[in-house]
C-alpha cells in the first residue's frame, strides 16, 4: 500500500485506483443549479467530445447519464431504437450478453452473432451476416471484451454497418481514453463509457457520445423517462443543467481526471503507461507460471485473463483474500466456459505498483505451494 | 463562507452541504467486491430499514438503486406494477406530476386526483375517490412536496390506502431521515429516498425500504434491467455485491453520514436542527417583508416557499446571483401559478448559518432598493 493512503490498489476494470488529486476534487459541495457546476459539466461533454475525435461544434453531441455505464447502454438501447427496428448484437462475452439481455427486456427483435470468447469478432462474419438477414437496423458491439480483455476491430465493423445503411452501437466501457478510438472514422453513431473507466474518475455516471442526427432521430421513443437519451441531452443543451440531481461530487472529479488525461498526453500518453504495465504484468505472471487465456496478439493492456493453475495447491479465493490482505485487489474471472481470473492494468498504476503486485503474487503462491507439501 | 472551505453554503432541496467528515471518507478507493465495502454496504441497508422504524429481520427490505432519486422512484414504479393494474397518483405539486409522467410512460393505467399546491392532500378526499373508481391496485404520494415544502399526512392516507386493498408507494425524499415516519404505521409497501437528503450524504444513489411480500411480486415484472427493482434486491442479498457498478465513494460518504445523524440523535436530533433553522428564517425573513407561499400550520422545517415580492426593485436572478458571490446559494421556485422562490434550511447548516444568510439577504436587497430609487 502506498504511504498516507488507507486504499487499497485496485487491479480491477473497476472501480479504479484514483489519484489522491481527483479524489481531493470532492472535498467540495457544488449546487447543481450553480454557474460554476455548470461550467464542469460543460467543460467535461466537450473535452469528451475531443477525445472521441469530435471537437465541439462537429457532427457529435455528449449527453451525461446518472447511474454505473449499464445505465448508459441502456440509455442508448431502450431510447436510440425505434419500434419495428432490429438489432444485431456482436457477441464474444458477458458484455454482449447483457446488450441482447436488455433489449429483450425491451421488446427489440434481436438477432446474435456469436464469436467463442478467445476470437475477435470477424468483420467479414458481420458483412455476412447483414448480407444473410434482411432487415437489420442497428448493430451494437463491444469495444474491449472486459470478460477477456479482447479488443474487436470497431472501425473495420463500423465500416461494414454503415454500408449496410444500419446504425452503429459500441460499447467502449473499458477501452475509452486508453485504446485510441476516432468516432468518425469508425462510423460510430453511438458510443457509451463510463466515469470510473480510462479517463480515472469515481463511479456515479456514464456517458454517450452521439451522432447529432441519430441523437435526434431519439426524440420521443425513450421507454423510461430516467434513462430517456434525448431528453437527457436537450436538458443539458437548454441550461447545462442534468433533468435530475446530478452526482456533484463525482463531476468534479472526473473534471479533474480529464484535466490529468490531458497532462499524461490525452489518450496516447495513458495508452503507453498502461501498455507498459501490461507487458511487466505479462512477463512476470509468465515467470511465475501463469497461463494467460488469451494468444498474445489479442490480448490487451487494460485486462488479462489468466487460467487457474491445474495444480492442488491453487485457491483463487486463497490468492484474492491474501492479496487483499496486502492491499492488492485482483478480480474474479467472468468467462462462460473456463474457470480465470482477471488483473487489470489499468487506472493510477504504475511500474512499480505491477512489479510490487508480482512480488506478492510471488510470495503468496510459494506459501500455498508449501503448505500443500506439508499436507501431503 | 466558512473558513478553510471552498464550498458555498447550500440552501437548496440537494444537493446539499455536506459536513467535512463525510467529503473526506471518500478519499478512498474500494473494490466494489472488497469485503470491507460489502460490510458498508451492509450497515447502510440495516440502518436505513431501523430509521424507517424497520429492524433488520422484520417484514421490510433495503434496495439500494444507483442514479438520482427519480431512478429509484422510477424503479418502483417500472418494476413493482404489475400489467392490467391502475394507478392512483395524488398530485399537489411537481414530483407527483413526475410519478405521472413515469406512469404514463410505462404505460400503466393512471387516474389523478389533484389538489392546489397550497393545500395538503386530504385522506377523506383519497377515500372518496377509492370508493368511486373501482380497481385501483396501487396509490402514490409524495410524503414532503419539495415544490412547496408543504407535508402531506402519509400515515392517515396509509389507512385509507390499506383499507381498500391497495398497495402504498411513498416519494419520501425530501423528508426521510429529518421527519418521523413509520413504514408499519403508515402501511406503506414501498418509500422511496436519495443519498444527498436529509441522512446529509453526498447525491448518486436513491434508495427503496420495501415491504418484503410487495417486493418478491415485483419478480419478473420490471420494464426495464437497469432499473429492476426485485434484481436489485436479490443481488444485494446474493453476495451483498451490486448487480452493476456502485457509485463506492458516494457509499463510503453515507456510511459516514448515517453515523453522523445516529450522533446526532437520529430523527429527532435531526428535526429539531432544521425545525430551529426554520424557525430562524422564517422569522427573518418575515421581518425583511417577504410573503411565505404556504400558511405557518402547512410548512414544514425542510423548504420554504416565498413569493416574489410585488415591487420594481425586486429581481431573484439578481439575489440569486449576488447571493451566490457571497457564499449563499438558494433556489428558484417550482410552482406551476406564481412566481416563487425558495430557500431551503435542511443539509449541514446550523443557526448561525441561516442568520448570515438573512444578514446578506438584508444586503443585498437593501442595494437593490437604493439602486432603483436612484434610477428613478
Redesign the interface.
Known amino acids: 500500500m502506498r504511504p498516507g ?4 490498489l ?1 487491479f ?1 476494470p ?5 489519484s ?1 488529486t481527483v ?2 476534487a ?10 460554476e457546476f455548470i461550467g464542469v459539466v460543460r467543460a467535461i461533454r466537450e473535452r469528451l467530445l475531443a477525445i472521441g475525435g469530435a471537437a465541439h461544434g462537429g457532427d457529435y453531441e455528449c449527453v451525461l447519464m ?6 448508459a447502454i ?1 440509455s442508448v438501447i ?1 431510447s436510440a431504437i425505434p419500434h419495428n427496428s432490429r438489432l444485431l448484437v456482436l457477441v464474444n462475452g458477458a458484455y454482449g450478453r ?1 446488450i441482447v ?2 433489449a429483450r ?2 421488446a427489440i427483435e434481436i438477432d446474435v452473432l456469436e464469436t467463442p470468447e478467445n476470437q475477435k469478432i470477424s468483420p467479414r462474419a458481420v458483412a455476412e451476416h447483414l448480407a444473410a438477414a434482411a432487415g437489420i437496423t442497428h448493430v451494437a458491439v463491444i469495444h474491449c471484451e472486459t470478460t477477456t480483455g479482447i479488443v474487436n476491430p470497431v472501425e473495420e465493423i463500423g465500416a461494414v454497418v454503415a454500408g449496410a445503411g444500419a446504425v452503429f452501437i459500441v460499447d467502449a466501457m473499458s477501452s475509452f481514453g486508453a485504446i485510441p478510438i476516432d468516432l468518425n472514422k469508425g462510423r460510430i453513431d453511438f458510443l457509451i463509457s ?1 466515469a ?1 473507466k480510462c479517463i480515472e474518475g ?3 455516471f456514464g456517458f454517450v457520445l452521439a451522432r447529432r442526427e441519430a441523437l435526434l432521430g431519439a426524440k420521443g421513443q ?6 430517456d437519451l434525448h431528453a437527457q441531452w436537450a436538458g443539458l443543451e437548454r441550461d447545462g443543467q ?1 433533468r ?7 463531476l468534479l ?1 472526473y473534471h479533474q481526471a480529464l484535466m490529468e488525461h490531458e497532462a499524461e498526453g490525452g489518450v496516447s500518453g495513458r495508452a503507453a503507461r498502461y501498455a507498459r504495465n501490461h507487458e511487466i504484468l505479462a512477463e512476470g505472471m509468465a515467470a511465475l507460471g501463469f497461463e494467460p487465456y488469451l494468444s498474445r496478439e489479442d490480448q490487451s493492456y487494460i485486462i488479462t485473463t489468466y487460467r487457474y493453475p491445474a495444480a492442488s495447491w491453487f485457491s483463487f479465493q486463497e490468492l484474492y483474500s491474501r492479496l ?1 490482505e496486502l492491499g492488492f ?1 485482483i ?2 474471472g467472468k468467462l462462460s466456459q473456463e474457470a480465470c481470473f482477471r488483473i487489470g492494468t489499468i487506472g493510477q498504476l504504475c511500474a512499480k505498483d505491477i512489479e510490487n503486485l508480482l512480488a506478492a503474487i510471488h510470495g503468496v503462491i510459494g506459501q500455498m505451494k508449501q503448505r500443500c507439501v506439508q499436507e501431503v
Open positions: 493512503s488507507s486504499s487499497k485496485l480491477t473497476g472501480p479504479l485506483t484514483t489522491a479524489k481531493e470532492m472535498l467540495r459541495d457544488l449546487g447543481s443549479r450553480d454557474r446518472q447511474g454505473s455505464g449499464t445505465f441502456e431502450s447483457r439481455e436488455m427486456i425491451h463510463s470510473n469515481v463511479p456515479g425513450a421507454r423510461t423517462l430516467s434513462l442534468f435530475f440531481t446530478p452526482p456533484t461530487h463525482a472529479a487483499s485487489v478480480y474474479p
